[in-house]
């Protein structure tokens, strides 16, 4: 059965206590024969994807490992990035893979990490194409453990996500096997995927957390120096963080980074009429997948345009979105109700 996550808001006035809920996601059990047990996982949709009246569009999905620590404030960033007139990535789905009834220090690593791996190939993914509007483009957010699952996962099997984040990833466990593996790194074929290391500042290398301090740099120069030209790979390191903290910070620069050159400035719009087109093209010749423009970016541009009494333009991306988004009611209302002021 499906349940909500929620956000609690309570509103006070001098006679009256009341309580109102936002929620931010919805919980689903999957029952994996992979695995052996029920895992559940927590998803984040767009406002967007309940809109009745909007076309039924398919969404980028948004993996995210140990959703206990990392799903909430992921929702918060995404949500602030996908909306407004500048938009800096589309609107996504977000899926939160929780622990529970796991155990992330086996599942993350060389312990069950191949049956984790299955479970998310063979049973996550067609869970979502199934039940969600889903577009074949993924990334992978890990943290710690999570960072060495996704490390390791990108090197032995690439294809599986387009973008790859490890956030001060645990290089250290199983006798540093990361290291080990990544000596190759420059004979390996990573499928022109994307990969960002972040990492804690110098100031955290001491005693206890020298290997995974040593770890990560080791890797981090590992593949530097490899320039694999089938890997597009980004490194941050974070003096003022510590271990818990870099997510929240590396999540930002890894969408800011991952989505650089999405957004576009809709002042400049009304003067380069072929600007969103062209924007979009670059964008998607960069990352190697066809990235249109969704139905409420373009709508946003087009009363936009109305307000700066672009007419022409306006009545464009209008009728960009009845033709691109035929099952939409908005788009065919928009286009019906438009007038020249």
Do not use: C
């Amino acid at each position: 059965m499906k349940k909500l996550l929620y956000l609690f808001i309570i509103f006070f006035s001098a006679n009256l206590f009341a309580q109102e809920k936002v929620a931010i996601g919805e919980i689903q059990k999957i029952q994996s024969n992979v695995l052996g047990t029920e895992r559940e996982i927590w998803i984040n949709l767009p406002v967007s994807y309940r809109n009745s009246k909007l076309d039924p569009a398919k969404y980028p999905v948004i993996y995210v490992l140990d959703a206990e620590d990392n799903f909430t404030f992921l929702t918060g960033i995404v949500n602030k990035f996908q909306k407004g007139h500048y938009q800096e990535m589309p609107e996504s789905i977000i899926v939160g893979i929780t622990n529970k009834n796991g155990d992330r220090t086996k599942d993350f690593t060389h312990v069950n990490d191949a049956k984790f791996l299955q479970f998310i190939q063979t049973e996550l993914f067609p869970f979502m194409e199934k039940n969600y509007r889903v577009e074949n483009y993924r990334l992978l957010l890990g943290h710690s453990l999570g960072g060495y699952f996704a490390l390791k996962t990108l090197y032995n099997q690439p294809e599986m996500f387009n973008g790859y984040v490890a956030h001060d990833p645990s290089i250290w466990f199983n006798d540093f096997e990361l290291k080990k593996l990544y000596q190759n790194v420059k004979l390996n074929d990573f499928k022109n995927r994307l990969l960002m290391i972040t990492q804690v500042g110098e100031r955290q290398n001491f005693g206890h957390l020298q290997d995974h301090y040593g770890g990560i740099k080791a890797v981090h120069s590992l593949i530097n120096e490899a320039k694999n030209q089938s890997l597009n790979y980004t490194y941050r390191q974070y003096a003022d963080e510590e271990h818990g903290s870099v997510p929240m910070i590396g999540n930002i620069d890894f969408m800011r980074w991952m989505f650089d050159g999405y957004r576009i400035n809709i002042k400049d719009v009304p003067n380069q009429p072929n600007l969103i087109e062209g924007s979009f093209k670059a964008f998607s010749s960069k990352r190697n997948f066809t990235f249109q423009p969704q139905e409420t970016y373009i709508h946003l541009v087009a009363t936009y345009l109305v307000k700066q009494k672009k007419f022409d333009l306006a009545k464009k991306y209008f009728e960009y979105n009845v033709n691109h988004f035929p099952q939409s009611e908005q788009a065919k209302e928009a286009l019906k109700n438009f007038k020249v002021e």
